[in-house]
């Protein structure tokens, strides 16, 4: 067996074709790119011409109570830590969840966050924040639970994804000067 370095999908709770399966299951559509792993939003701009629609960044966060969100903006948002929790029904301000956490809950590694891992919130845990500003784009990309493959999918669609794993799609205003 390879180490998961070479196959990131190794130890997911779900696979990318597990999620493309349950995708296919709700009759959406999507456009898949595989590319070297990216873990910030500098790495993945170097694909900018080969993948067209709104590209995001994900914030896995927590409050003073332990209430986790996972807050999706456009790549170039600014967010403003210190105050987000006033948009967004959090008690205190915010810090970033650790991995551990993530890998609990949303069943991805650092540098794969994205949406798609709600699919492994089969408990509600995690409270979903898209962007308004982001939700003007008719196609976002999102990583597919994986960094070294990139997902484009009809905005509406992410939405009708999002709901069919028991979460809300919170669309509220989060970010500035995108």
């Known amino acids: 067996m390879s180490d998961s370095l070479d196959h990131p999908a190794d130890g997911l ?53 332990g209430k986790v969100f996972l807050i999706v903006v456009e790549e170039d948002a600014t967010v403003d830590l210190k105050t987000i929790h006033t948009l967004i029904g959090g008690s205190g301000r915010v810090s970033f969840g650790k991995p551990e956490l993530l890998m609990k809950l949303l069943g991805v590694r650092p540098g794969s966050v994205s949406p798609f891992g709600l699919i492994n919130d089969t408990g509600g845990i995690v409270t979903c924040i898209l962007d308004e500003n982001l939700m003007r784009h008719d196609v976002l ?31 509220v205003a989060v970010s500035s000067g995108n």
């Open 141 to 171: 990309n999102c990583h597919p639970l994986v960094n070294t493959m990139t997902t484009s999918i009809p905005r509406d669609d992410l939405k009708r994804f999002i709901e069919s794993t028991g979460h809300t799609a919170n669309i």
């Open 13 to 65: 709770p779900t696979s990318p074709d597990g999620l493309f399966a349950h995708l296919n299951g709700l009759g959406i559509e999507t456009q898949t790119v595989s590319h070297p792993p990216l873990f910030t939003v500098e790495d993945s701009q170097s694909l900018r011409g080969e993948i067209a629609g709104g590209h995001i960044k994900n914030l896995f966060v927590k409050d003073k109570k």
